[in-house]
């Protein structure tokens, strides 16, 4: 799946879960997280004002969860912890990845692997709640 461009990557995930889509919609694969058991995939799907400049904070971004398994697929709204988790993963991986750097951003996480961030836009990155881990 990763070998194709981030637009068609996009489009593919909306039409698995019927999400319209028409050429004049604004899709934009922001983060690929990639772990041992699953990986997550972050779109941008209608916030046409998204700005990368200022995108490294945290920000209240509407979220939808697309659950997508060899057996079975969901569609539901995402719960606010769930809401919150996602706009930190956002605004973490713009502000590590640094000031020249554009989605997507890929952070894999695989056997013993740790990303690395040569250039990020400062050393304070953005936090969840404890009590949302």
């Not at 194709?4 to 694969?29: E, G, H, T």
Request: charged fraction near 20%; charge should be negative.
């Amino acid at each position: 799946m990763y070998s194709y461009s981030p637009d068609v990557v996009a489009k593919d995930a909306c039409s698995i879960f019927n999400v319209p889509i028409d050429d004049n919609s604004r899709l934009m694969l922001l983060v690929i997280e990639r772990w041992d058991r699953l990986d997550t995939l972050a779109f941008d799907v209608i916030h046409a004002a998204h700005d990368p400049t200022t995108a490294h904070h945290v920000a209240n971004l509407p979220v939808v969860l697309f659950d997508y398994g060899k057996q079975h697929s969901v569609v539901k709204a995402a719960s606010p912890n769930f809401e919150k988790e996602v706009d930190v993963v956002i605004a973490r991986e713009h502000n590590l990845n640094g000031w020249s750097a554009r989605p997507p951003y890929v952070a894999d996480h695989t056997g013993m692997k740790v990303p690395t961030y040569p250039d990020p836009r400062d050393l304070i990155t953005a936090q969840l709640d404890p009590t949302m881990q």
